[in-house]
């Protein structure tokens, strides 16, 4: 078993209490940084880390400190993403339920770096135990003054307040998130730059959970360890993969990054369900790529998948059988994702729509090559969308259509789903 940093107070029956967490080194880096360390310094270290945002798009969170201009007007805001909307996707709620108090260290040392007053977790509202979990723990961090007005007598002020959303997928982007907090129509908006306008028209930071439980050990062990515990040449700690579908174990593993495919799926999750032959996974939810067998010794880490064509998203992987239908399974991702668009381009409102229509002609058996020809098309041409939400959604068809077009053509020549009663 590798080495558990982000789980290592994990438990079955209950979360790792405030007592525990200290116990275990916990606010100890909160305790060596506040009113002592410059909070430039504290973006360095996490810079020099290697950590990338772990949400899904990997971009590095000390660069995106960075941008936020030491002159930037007060006040300022963080805002933990814990909307935890994609299917498939489970890693921040095992994390909540595991131990809160990492992410709200974390919050409060991304709050000091980059002098921030206010902290607003964003919250799935169907984590109803987990944002009980995190309001009750706020209570008892204000009375041992490591929440609030003068933390620490380091005269540094700071407090956290939860956000239930509304439970749309599209308020899981960062612009849309701002939106849905200030009780907007919450819609993606690329003119829009977080270190300068974000929530209220004040400068915002937006990290996944994930991310922020890092920094309390990047922070307490420095950089160069965080480095160490991944197996990628450009170090990045441990990841969180949540791994479903048919395999014996479904669960969250923590593994260091860039541990191989086939290690997570065979040894850490158990192997395929009932001995059966692996066919196929997405890699990092349900807004990535179908990736075949001949790619199962890929590193999971940012650079190794990318090199493939493929990216590492959420790191929650999905896996199946050679009894599953890829058809049916994207088709089924389609009707999700076409539901949960914003609306508010024509490439994404009108092409998801069309291109589940093309999948179910295709699964019911009414379909000739000229639906695969247009659905291919339509795959390639929804990149046009003001946003990343249409290309990731129509991911797992590019996929499909790359490494099991003949399923799909199956499909076509026996005018019905091969699979059924598989």
Known sequence: MSEQVLLQNRRPDRPATLEEYRASGGYEALAKVLGKAKPRDLTKMVLDSGLKGRGGAGFPTGRKW????????????????????EPGTFKDRILVGADPHQIIEGTILAGYANQAQRAVIFIRPSYELEAEILEGEFAKLREANLLGTDILGSGFDFDITLHRSAGRYICGEASAQVKAIQGERPRPDKESHMTDSGLWG??????????????????????????GLALTPGGDGTKLFGVSGMVNKPDCYET?????????????????????????????????????????????????????GHRLGTGAIIVFDQGACLVSACLNLLTFFARESCGWCTPCREGLPYMRHLLLRIELGDADEGCVKR????????????????????????????????????????????????
């Open 66 to 85: 960075s941008f936020l201009r030491e002159d930037a007007p007060h006040p300022r805001y963080v805002i933990p993403n814990t909307d935890e909307m």
């Open 202 to 227: 004040r400068p915002t930071i937006v990290n996944n959970v994930e991310t922020l439980a890092c920094l309390p050990h990047i922070l307490r062990h420095g950089a160069e360890w965080f480095k």
């Open 256 to 308: 260091p990054m860039g541990t191989p495919l086939r290690e997570i799926i065979f040894e850490h999750a158990g192997g395929m369900k009932g001995g059966r032959e692996f066919k196929a996974c997405l890699t990092g939810g349900a807004s990535t790529k179908l990736l075949p067998a001949q790619h199962l010794d890929v590193a999971m880490d940012f650079e190794s998948l990318a090199k493939i």
């Open 375 to 422: 659905l291919r098309e339509m795959a390639h041409y929804i990149d046009h969308s003001y946003c990343a939400f249409a290309p990731g959604a129509a991911a797992p068809v590019l996929g499909l259509l790359e490494y099991f077009e003949d399923e799909v053509l199956e499909h076509i020549s026996q005018g019905c789903c091969p699979y059924k009663g598989v």
